[in-house]
């Protein structure tokens, strides 16, 4: 029978987070990591491969290079869970005990939610940053763009990032005007969103933005259909139903996203197909022994990375107290951040926690468009990301 101590399912950046903190706790821990994965990816870096300044290659580690050592590795996908029987059975059909279990498999894509996209994204116009086969052709749309118009959209569903939608949207105004075909370009956001940030500090700056760079905004519009090859993009209007049809020369669309099935379908579920904890300790509400974070769980806060460098130590700490008899003592009070570029040299580092309310880390007004913050956006996080979090170290 195969059982270990912890069971993680999902090797991402919160499964990989949680293994190497946990073994750096206690070294004689029997862990699995269960996840498919080949590749493993620092998904932030999209917005600027996008932009045309890394190659996507910069964005990509061999999964086998971050499993922790000492850490088993099922490279099989995760099909049922059986938390009565404290078991998870992969689609190959090896059924793996626990003691404990971590569940962070990430989000899925559902291409196919919006009439047209699937299939279509790197042709007739349509990129997408959440596409790692495709992000190289955002770049290659907006350099090659002569004018006309160009629509950036927010899906009407939790995403990855809840910024990255605008972000390549002002780095695309900018590649614009350095082209010298702004005058002739009309850039619009399509935002299912009822503004355009939750945190009223940062939206009243980009707001500015906006205004500033002539972008012209419009929300609760939501992306239902694309004709790629007669270049018309089909907008509902979430508060009439009506919906209208605008002619585009290129189109930046952001798939709808949702828990992996195998989530929904699961008895460890909310209505929503969320993981359903507790906000605050990460732990399952129904079945103890099972801890949640990252993207597929139910927390009420952005889906970032950021979310989880947070989330990580509290799932680690009650996971330990539990081990050890002990309550669980650690909180996480919902921090996120997005760094919000906003130009090839400027970006408003939004970091907040529950209820919205700012929570930030550096010593000046992170309201403001900052150059330096650029530069941890561009250098210091994937640094943070790949020699920190990824070894446990933060």
């Not at 160009?150 to 569903?157: D, G, M, Q």
């Not at 330990?320 to 996480?332: D, E, Q, T, V």
Request: a negative charge; one cysteine or more.
């Amino acid at each position: 029978m195969n059982f270990h101590q912890v069971v993680i399912v999902g090797g991402g950046t919160a499964g990989i987070t949680v293994a190497s903190r946990l073994k750096k706790l206690a070294n004689y821990l029997d862990i699995a990591i269960i996840d498919p994965a080949e590749k493993h990816y620092y998904q932030p870096l999209w917005t600027l491969v996008g932009a045309g300044i890394f190659d996507k290659q910069k964005s990509e580690r061999s999964e086998s290079t971050l499993i922790p050592e000492g850490v088993a590795w099922y490279q099989e996908a995760a099909q049922t869970f059986h938390p009565e029987e404290n078991a998870v059975v992969t689609e190959e059909g090896n059924k793996i005990h626990y003691k404990y279990l971590v569940v962070c498999p990430g989000l899925q894509l559902d291409w196919d939610q919006i009439e047209g996209l699937e299939g279509n994204v790197g042709k007739y116009g349509i990129c997408s940053n959440y596409s790692y086969e495709h992000v190289d052709y955002t770049w290659e749309t907006i350099r090659n763009f002569e004018g006309g118009r160009a629509i950036f959209t927010h899906p009407n569903s939790p995403i990855k990032c809840g910024g990255a939608p605008q972000k390549i949207m002002y780095l695309a105004d900018d590649a614009f005007r350095d082209q010298g075909i702004r005058d002739k370009s009309e850039v619009m956001f399509q935002s299912a969103n009822a503004s355009i940030f939750s945190v009223k500090k940062y939206a009243d700056t980009l707001n500015e933005v906006i205004e500033r760079k002539n972008i012209q905004a419009n929300y609760r519009k939501d992306l239902v259909k694309i004709d790629g090859p007669n270049k018309q993009a089909t907008f509902r209007d979430l508060d009439t139903n009506e919906e209208e049809t605008f002619d585009y020369d290129m189109i930046h669309a952001v798939p709808y996203m949702s828990a992996p099935d195998f989530i929904k379908h699961s008895p460890l579920a909310n209505a929503d197909g969320w993981v359903d904890v507790d906000a605050y300790t990460l732990q399952h509400n129904q079945y103890d022994n099972v801890f949640s974070l990252g993207d597929a769980s139910s927390l009420p806060t952005s889906k970032t990375g950021a979310a989880i460098r947070k989330q990580a130590p509290v799932v680690v700490s009650n996971l330990y107290a539990m081990m050890k008899n002990k309550n669980l003592w650690r909180k996480y009070n919902g921090y996120t951040s997005c760094p919000l570029v906003t130009g090839y040299d400027s970006l408003v580092m939004a970091e907040f926690k529950y209820d919205n309310v700012p929570s930030e880390t550096f010593p000046v007004n992170q309201g403001k468009e900052r150059k330096s913050m650029y530069f941890v956006k561009k250098y210091g996080l994937p640094a943070m990301y790949w020699h920190g979090m990824m070894k446990g170290r933060m």
